[in-house]
Nanobody
């Protein structure tokens, strides 16, 4: 499975962006998907995840209410809609996919759950 992320850019505080990630190979609809981000000098952190089956989603407290993860299985694409952006959202954003199934979303908070990663797309929010 290959993942190709896009949609990053330079925006101002309060602006919105939508990131996309297109998957090729495998059966996208069967995978849990997620977005992580990494700022310079900081560990890659969880942003949001979505299960393959029920469509349940979870978001990190820092983005809850502002960011929304979604997917279009017909297009093999996942999205991250980011609203009310803040300078602290500045990071490289990575999409990820996992073939592992779980009854809950807890395991998907961990980077270890994901087998496939996109190359990253830079989001910079100016104050």
């Amino acid at each position: 499975v290959q993942l190709q992320a896009s949609g990053g850019g330079l925006v101002r505080t309060g602006d919105s962006l939508r990131l996309s990630c297109v998957a090729s190979g495998g059966t996208f609809s069967r995978y849990a998907v997620a977005w992580f981000r990494q700022a310079p000098g900081v560990q890659r952190e969880f942003v949001a995840a979505m299960r393959s089956s029920s469509g349940d989603t979870r978001s990190a407290p820092s983005v809850k209410g502002r960011f929304t993860i979604s997917r279009d299985n017909a297009e093999n694409t996942m999205y991250l809609q980011m609203n009310s952006l803040k300078p602290e959202d500045t990071a490289t954003y990575y999409c990820a996919a996992s073939p592992r199934r779980s009854d809950t979303l807890n395991m998907y908070y961990s980077r270890a759950a994901y087998d496939w990663w996109g190359q990253g797309t830079q989001v910079t929010v100016s104050s």
